[in-house]
């Protein structure tokens, strides 16, 4: 097995992980976030990248060749 994490992948791969972690942190965290950011005057889709971002970097990969 091997081990890797999120930018060990490629441009592409890390691109689709990128966007299924954004609509699993949305669909998880979305109403919380979005009050955050009216209350704090922040752009919410900035705060939806990078919780999508440390989402991702609590991933471990493991791929089976």
């Not at 009050?35 to 971002?53: D, G, S």
């Amino acid at each position: 097995m091997i081990y890797l994490n999120f930018s060990d992948l490629n441009g592409e791969a890390q691109e689709r992980l990128l966007e299924s972690s954004k609509k699993d942190v949305e669909q998880k965290f979305g109403d919380d976030i979005r009050n955050y950011a009216k209350e704090h005057c922040t752009n919410f889709e900035v705060m939806i990248e990078e919780e999508a971002l440390r989402n991702l970097y609590s991933y471990t990969y493991v791929f089976n060749i």
